[in-house]
């Protein structure tokens, strides 16, 4: 015999308990996909603001960049041009934000941010090439700097104390990286260098030109699919050259003089290289 079951009926209270469930899913999901559309539109305009630098400011050459350059190729090309850029005024902004937090007195998130700019000093401290981190007087300034403009704005954080509005404070600790940005790549040669480096092996190129041979410094970005026409990029003015395949006598990979030796200082514990690339002379 079949007994039926009897479910008790809804209130309004389940069913406003229900709606909130649902609105908080959607909330959850609509921020998961803001958040990565933000980091897509954010990776691709840091490409094209490098691709730029990269050419000289100039549109022919960063459009035929972009057209012969593998994707894994540009992006990781990008990646390794942009890090030491960036590594100073991350660490500042975690310190920053740390400090601002500890002012209001949320220790957790603040002890979580400046473990955080401690580890991320650490780890590229390690890998990223010596001649392009900041020395220590730069980081000196610039924790002082940090410290200076949160004592002096303050009353940002009695604000954030009544309000859980951080959109001031983010921009603020915004500008605060990019000044320190400013200042670091304005200092330093060898960073201003590392920014425009194109994303493949500079070449030394011997081109036949009836009985005499002339060198070209640059980087070859495409040969074409009858393999008649190779087209460079020249180092000196990254203006875009196409030059017939079968005038070139000789190619040799060599290192522009304006780029410095890499020294990482995971070196220390490793054997240095005994082949060193060689300066190009075109």
């Known amino acids: 015999m079949l007994r039926g079951v009897i479910l008790a009926p809804m209130t309004s209270t389940d069913y406003d308990k229900i709606r909130r469930t649902h609105a908080l899913q959607e909330i959850a999901r609509n921020s998961r996909s803001s958040i990565i559309n933000r980091g897509l539109i954010l990776a691709l305009l840091l490409t094209a603001m490098d691709v730029l630098l990269v050419a000289h400011l100039q549109q022919s050459s960063a459009l035929a960049i972009l ?22 005024p991350i660490v500042i902004g ?22 955080g700019a401690f580890l991320f ?14 020395g220590l007087g730069f980081w000196f300034v610039g924790i002082a700097v940090a ?102 006598a000789m190619r040799t990979v060599c290192r522009p003089a304006t780029l410095s030796v890499p020294h990482p200082r995971w070196s220390i514990i490793d054997t240095p290289p005994t082949d060193v690339v060689p300066v190009c002379e075109g």
């Not at 975690?94 to 473990?115: E, H, N, W």
């Not at 390690?126 to 900041?134: I, M």
């Not at 500079?202 to 070859?220: H, P, R, W």
């Open 94 to 115: 975690l310190l920053t934000l740390g400090v601002i937090y500890a002012l209001q007195q949320r220790v957790t998130r603040a002890f979580s941010f400046i473990l």
């Open 147 to 248: 410290f200076v403009l949160v004592g002096v704005g303050s009353y940002l954080v009695k604000r954030f104390e009544v309000s859980d509005d951080l959109s001031g404070l983010s921009v603020f600790v915004f500008f605060l990286g990019l000044a320190c940005l400013v200042t670091v790549v304005s200092s330093n040669d060898d960073l201003r260098a590392a920014l425009a480096r194109p994303y493949i092996s500079a070449e030394e190129i011997t081109v036949k030109q009836g009985a005499d041979d002339s060198k070209l410094v640059g980087y070859v970005l495409d040969v074409d699919v009858s393999g008649q026409w190779t087209t460079l990029l020249l180092e000196h003015d990254r203006t875009i050259r196409i030059i017939a395949s079968d005038s070139i």
């Open 67 to 88: 057209r012969f350059t593998p994707p894994v190729s540009l992006f990781t090309g990008v990646f390794v041009n942009l890090a030491s850029a960036v590594f100073f």
């Open 121 to 134: 000093y650490g780890v590229g401290n390690v890998f990223l090439d010596e001649s392009l981190t900041p």
